[in-house]
């Protein structure tokens, strides 16, 4: 019964809220896994090929984009979050970053590396796609032992994991809608701060983890940025190293306002590529 009204609601015409409220009244004592993660270090990366370098001063530059600070024409639905709506999202693994942000050939893009401030802080995350999880993520064996406590559960999550596994062009943007119901439902819960989901760009090889904005001006800093240009050919992308982060003059107080000192890298270096097949 749940999977069939699941199926045939029609999330295209309906607004965020209220596929909000059709999941809450649905999905009603759903019970999913929840983990603490305390990952070693997450990528961002953004296209920087018309940002002029003095607006790349500090690692806000980097930092999740303030919408609050951004031209309305630029706000857009994304996989987790609503217009207009501050998220951070990252990757455990580069090229998924890469691939996520798909550049195009001789873009400049930037890439920063987050740590978390103090060893011991964690992340109460849920996931989003468990199966596909469960097969790349050996390091996680208690998401590996996993079973569902209902078959109403295992449908429901099913139905989840489509939605954030479903690949969206161009002008299709209103298919994140339900993801983005979804992640607001789990991210109400002032207890858990991250979503772990497959990279659909990475073909669910790798995880994305999308993460409450205030968690990351709390208990985030950047401690290493980068900048390269992108050669992309029908096979994949090449990174050709061009300046990076010498030194982050670290701001304690507000981690974002972190001053960057540039250094361009030489010759030998920008032989140093980094490459990914497509």
Same mark, same amino acid.
């Given at each position: 019964?749940?999977?069939?009204?699941?199926?045939? $609601?029609? $999330?295209?015409?309906?607004?965020?809220?209220?596929?909000?409220? $059709? $999941?809450?009244?649905?999905?009603?004592?759903?019970?999913?896994?929840?983990?603490?993660?305390?990952?070693?270090? %997450?990528?961002?990366?953004?296209?920087?090929?018309?940002?002029?370098?003095?607006?790349?001063?500090?690692?806000?530059?980097?930092?999740?984009?303030?919408?609050?600070?951004?031209?309305? #024409?630029?706000?857009? @639905?994304?996989?987790?979050?609503?217009?207009?709506?501050?998220?951070?999202?990252?990757?455990?693994?580069?090229?998924?970053?890469?691939?996520?942000?798909?550049?195009?050939?001789?873009? @400049?893009?930037?890439?920063?590396?987050?740590? #978390?401030?103090?060893?011991?802080?964690?992340?109460?995350?849920?996931?989003?796609?468990?199966?596909?999880?469960?097969?790349?993520?050996?390091?996680?064996? =208690?998401?590996? #032992?996993?079973?569902?406590?209902?078959?109403?559960?295992?449908?429901? =999550?099913?139905?989840?994991?489509?939605?954030?596994? =479903?690949?969206?062009?161009?002008?299709?943007?209103?298919?994140?809608?339900?993801?983005?119901?979804?992640?607001?439902?789990?991210?109400?819960?002032?207890?858990?701060?991250?979503?772990? &989901?497959?990279?659909?760009?990475?073909? %669910?090889?790798?995880?994305?983890?999308?993460?409450?904005?205030?968690?990351?001006?709390?208990? @985030? &800093?950047?401690?290493?940025?980068?900048?390269?240009?992108?050669?992309?050919?029908?096979?994949?992308?090449?990174?050709?190293?061009?300046?990076?982060?010498?030194?982050?003059?670290?701001?304690?107080?507000?981690?974002?306002?972190?001053?960057? =000192?540039?250094?361009?890298?030489?010759?030998?270096?920008?032989?140093?590529?980094?490459?990914?097949? @497509?």
């Amino acid at each position: 019964m749940v999977e069939k009204e699941l199926n045939e $609601f029609d $999330f295209e015409k309906k607004s965020v809220q209220e596929i909000e409220k $059709f $999941f809450s009244e649905k999905i009603l004592g759903h019970s999913r896994p929840t983990i603490n993660i305390s990952p070693d270090g %997450l990528f961002r990366a953004r296209i920087i090929t018309n940002t002029k370098q003095e607006d790349l001063a500090t690692v806000k530059s980097i930092w999740y984009p303030d919408f609050n600070e951004i031209d309305e #024409k630029y706000h857009r @639905l994304n996989r987790c979050s609503n217009i207009g709506q501050n998220f951070f999202y990252s990757s455990n693994y580069l090229g998924a970053t890469i691939k996520e942000l798909n550049p195009n050939n001789d873009d @400049l893009i930037m890439i920063g590396i987050f740590h #978390k401030k103090f060893d011991d802080t964690k992340i109460r995350s849920q996931y989003a796609g468990i199966e596909a999880l469960k097969t790349n993520d050996n390091r996680n064996s =208690e998401l590996n #032992k996993y079973k569902y406590p209902s078959k109403k559960d295992e449908l429901i =999550e099913k139905f989840i994991s489509s939605k954030f596994q =479903e690949r969206v062009k161009k002008g299709e943007e209103f298919k994140y809608k339900a993801s983005i119901a979804f992640s607001n439902i789990l991210l109400k819960n002032d207890g858990i701060d991250c979503i772990i &989901y497959p990279s659909v760009a990475s073909d %669910l090889k790798f995880e994305n983890y999308g993460i409450k904005a205030k968690f990351v001006d709390d208990h @985030l &800093y950047c401690d290493k940025v980068y900048i390269y240009r992108v050669i992309k050919n029908s096979t994949g992308f090449e990174l050709i190293p061009i300046r990076f982060g010498k030194r982050i003059l670290v701001d304690r107080e507000t981690p974002k306002k972190s001053v960057i =000192e540039w250094q361009e890298n030489s010759d030998l270096d920008r032989d140093r590529k980094i490459k990914y097949c @497509l």
